[in-house]
């Protein structure tokens, strides 16, 4: 009777299998890993260019202020300098205009005698006006010019006028002061409007204390006008 045999298969899996899983295993934990890795990088890529981004605006937006801001300061000066040349400009024009307008010989005074006036006193109609004021009261120069008489005998036109002064002016024009206590000038002197020349009296052909005061179209006696009617084209209130 001849004998069956009998193969035993065995089911443990083969040293090959084994390792080829083993290899597999390890390719799918490479690829799982290496895709968290990029995943992972992919992720802080994104939040690193946010930020990026962010950081940049903000330096956009603070160059902008800061752009503004010197801008506005800028603006600010040139207005400023602007208004400063503005308001030289209008005190050189008043200066200037001030430098032109004329003013009474004396402050405080009241009128007397008036130009043109008959009387008694004069050989003539009265060439002057007549500001009364008390004897020593300050005279000053209606306006800017320069000193051409002063002395007594109505420094050179005659001994009604007493102790006198004349000043010629730029505009042709000349005024003269007269019946003096005391003169403070001399020929050929510069005067400024407003500067002290004399002090009021009662000298030469005078009934009372006053200051005699003309405007000539020239230095010499007998050119008179109508000194106050000049003031007031000239702007001053007498």
Known sequence: MSKRVTFKH????????????????GLGTSMVLGAGAAFAA?????????????????????????????????????AAKKADEAKKKAEAEKKAASKLRWETPVSHYELSASFGNDGSRWAHKHSGQDFAVPIGTK??????????????????????YGNAIVIKHGNGTYSQ???????????????????????????????????????????????????VNYLHRAGVNV
């Open 10 to 25: 065995s089911h443990r899996p083969s040293a090959s299998r084994v390792r080829g899983a083993v290899v597999a295993a």
């Open 177 to 227: 002061y007269a019946h003096l206590s005391q003169i403070d000038v001399h020929i050929g002197q510069s005067v400024k409007k407003g500067q002290k020349i004399a002090l009021s009296g009662n000298t030469g052909n005078s009934s009372g204390p006053h200051l005699h005061f003309e405007i000539r179209t020239t230095a010499n006696y007998g050119s008179a006008v109508n000194p």
């Open 42 to 78: 992919g992720t802080t890529g994104t939040a690193a260019t946010a930020s990026l981004v962010s950081t940049t605006a903000a330096d956009a937006v603070a160059q902008q202020a800061a752009a503004q801001g010197k801008a506005a300061k800028a603006a600010e000066h040139a």
């Open 139 to 160: 005279v000053e120069a209606a306006h800017t010019g320069t000193i051409v008489k002063a002395g007594p005998n109505g420094g050179g036109d005659g001994p009604a």
